[in-house]
């Protein structure tokens, strides 16, 4: 089993950048495929980075909206799962959330097993 915690969220202005963490305790953290989602007020959780082979054939997945403003790695010696996420938003205003499946990477939430509380990211026009 593994427990998520996500810190790193904040309040941002429009255009400007934070790093979420998401730390994994438990065994065979190299193991799983890392998700982030995230749920604004209202609306549906949804997909936004993923990442699998972590210290091997890494392998990442990125929502269309996102893709090149936001990017997901990870540090296999300290079982952590990063996005740093750039050029911010207020659209990506939302509770942030980590995720764990075993497997290969997929966006759908019902495939993952394990998750986190999540950290809430506002950005400000």
């Known amino acids: 089993q593994l427990q998520l915690v996500e810190s790193g969220g904040g309040l941002v202005q429009a255009g400007g950048s934070l790093r979420l963490s998401c730390a994994a305790s438990?065994?065979?953290?190299?193991?799983?495929?890392m998700g982030w989602f995230r749920q604004a007020p209202g609306k549906e959780r949804e997909f936004v980075a993923a990442?699998?082979?972590?210290?091997?054939?890494?392998?990442?997945k990125y929502a269309d909206s996102v893709k090149g403003r936001f990017t997901i790695s990870a540090d296999n010696a300290k079982n952590t799962v990063y996005l740093q996420m750039n050029s911010l938003k207020s659209e990506d205003t939302a509770l942030y959330y980590c995720?764990?499946?075993?497997?290969?990477?997929?966006?759908?939430?019902?495939?993952?097993?394990?998750w986190g509380q999540g950290t809430q990211v506002t950005v400000s026009s």
């Open positions: 990442v699998s082979g972590i210290g091997s054939a890494y392998s990442t």
């Open positions: 438990g065994r065979f953290f190299s193991q799983y495929a």
């Open positions: 995720a764990a499946k075993t497997g290969g990477v997929v966006t759908t939430t019902d495939e993952y097993s394990y």
